[in-house]
């Protein structure tokens, strides 16, 4: 708790300044609002001064009796109005000056959003740290990767990693521009066109941490306080859809009787089936699937409660059902990350995959284009013909025998390029090399391809984001909570009044 100095007078009032202990839920907003709202009015003069002294020490009253155990915290304002009236009387109702539960209630949905929006920015940023260090800790690591479930090509384990990183940092870049956009207070709007009362909207923004008033006071309580949500449940979803695949990528291996990736044995990491005693089941990832499913599921669910109503239903608005899909959100992106950990990579028997298939097989149509200016269709079924004899005569690219290419080679040629020269032009040493999958990943010329110093360059690029987002997090948390301490400083001053 902080701790803070008072006089003899305010000694009892210490429980308002406690609220950095408590949770910021509807009743913890609702009662910053009416702080910021008794302080700007008496000051502004729209509340006589004895009247505003009163009235905040009601408000210290009703804090003082929410935040003890099993203390009354209403979520509405119809509800948090009579405890004030109980403590101050019918006049407490004077605070009510221009303000509406609309823009209330639209002012604490967006402050609780956007504090679980700051969460959310930091599981991520968590999760992609420990993605980094598992791609630095693999970028000599070749193993195959996949297009439409069937093995492709070879590429470092890094650079595949990146690729996912890559995809995580366009939802850190979602959820930058989405709390731009956000971070607007709806005080002052009242009901649809705002108020007779000449407010400072600004200065309330400021009290509660906001960047400023939300422009249109129309906008403030029927579109913007749907919208927050509906982009809340899009990032969610593209968070949680990036997870799944993820996840499905590493459970095909389980498939496999010999993986080359496998969750590390033991803990609540995999359990042994009940029946087959070989089974190691990946229980780990199976809870993380289910929980993309839940996250994924819950934001249609938002979707569909903002389709189809007039403007400013309450529908797509509830807090409960908002913040539990943003903290949905963050469990699992820390289910995520203790799936990451719990990675064990096998570079041989990776290795060893690759070098039983054909995913090397293009760089054979490749070299014959570059080196030899044989056109790619012609080169690619030449490649096509070797792998269709190699499988039917169980061969792998290691001991294929280098008279079939030269057969294969001239038969192609023949067929569909007679023009060219039938004879082979890849040594049996070059065509061993091409098939080479390290040396294929190594060859790489792509700029934010899988070569050494494509990698160096992607995994520090990573690195400096990471930071970047970390601070982001660190100072909207640190303007938050410095906003609110200057009002309850403030309000501290208001209340010592004599």
Not at 213 to 237: C, F, H, R, W
Request: charged fraction near 20%; aromatic fraction near 8%.
């Amino acid at each position: 708790m902080k701790k803070w100095i008072l006089g003899a007078a305010t000694a009892a009032l210490l429980p308002i300044f406690a609220q950095a202990d408590q949770p910021r839920d509807e009743f913890f907003w609702l009662s910053e609002i009416n702080k910021a709202s008794c302080i700007i009015n008496t000051e502004e003069g729209l509340l006589e001064k004895t009247m505003g002294e009163r009235i905040a020490k009601g408000i210290s009253a009703v804090i003082t009796n929410g935040n003890k155990e099993n203390g009354p915290r209403p979520k509405q304002v119809i509800k948090y109005e009579p405890y004030l009236i109980k403590e101050v009387g019918m006049d407490a109702t004077m605070l009510h000056i221009g303000r509406s539960s609309q823009d209330m209630h639209a002012t604490y949905r967006t402050a609780i959003i956007r504090d679980n929006t700051l969460k959310l920015s930091e599981t991520l940023t968590n999760a992609m740290e420990v993605l980094n260090t598992l791609a630095k800790n693999n970028q000599a690591t070749i193993v195959p990767n996949y297009t439409n479930g069937v093995a492709a090509q070879p590429n470092s384990y890094a650079h595949y990693l990146m690729g996912y990183q890559a995809a995580f940092s366009r939802d850190l870049e979602k959820i930058r521009n989405f709390y731009q956009r956000l971070n607007y207070c709806a005080m002052g709007t009242t009901v649809l066109n705002g108020t007779s009362w000449p407010l400072d909207r600004q200065r309330m923004a400021d009290y509660l941490g906001f960047a400023g008033p939300v422009p249109n006071a129309y906008d403030a309580g029927q579109m913007k306080s749907v919208d927050e949500p509906v982009e809340l449940a899009a990032i969610a979803t593209s968070i949680a859809l990036h997870v799944g695949t993820f996840i499905q990528d590493v459970s095909v291996q389980y498939a496999q009787p010999r993986p080359w990736i496998l969750l590390q044995e033991g803990g609540d990491n995999t359990y042994v089936s009940s029946a087959m005693p070989q089974k190691r089941n990946p229980g780990l990832m199976i809870n993380t699937r289910a929980a993309a499913s839940d996250v994924i599921g819950q934001a249609q669910t938002v979707i569909l409660k903002a389709h189809n109503i007039p403007p400013g239903m309450s529908d797509p608005k509830s807090v409960s059902a908002n913040a539990k899909l943003a903290n949905d959100t963050s469990a699992l992106l820390k289910q995520f990350t203790r799936v990451i950990k719990a990675l064990r990579v096998n570079p041989e028997r990776a290795l060893e995959e690759l070098n039983s298939d054909w995913t090397a097989s293009q760089e054979v149509a490749d070299v014959l284009m570059r080196e030899y200016k044989l056109p790619f269709r012609v080169g690619h079924h030449v490649a096509s013909h070797i792998v269709t004899y190699a499988r039917n005569n169980n061969l792998s690219p290691t001991n294929f025998p280098y008279e079939e290419v030269k057969k294969i080679y001239a038969e192609v040629i023949k067929s569909e390029y007679p023009q060219g020269n039938p004879v082979c032009p890849m040594s049996e040493q070059e065509f061993r090399n091409t098939l080479n999958p390290t040396a294929i990943v190594a060859n790489r010329k792509t700029e934010g391809g899988p070569q050494s110093a494509e990698l160096t360059k992607a995994l520090s690029a990573a690195d400096a984001a990471i930071a970047e987002q970390r601070e982001w997090t660190k100072q909207n948390r640190r303007h938050i909570d410095q906003s609110l301490a200057k009002l309850d400083a403030d309000f501290q001053k208001l209340i010592e009044q004599k």
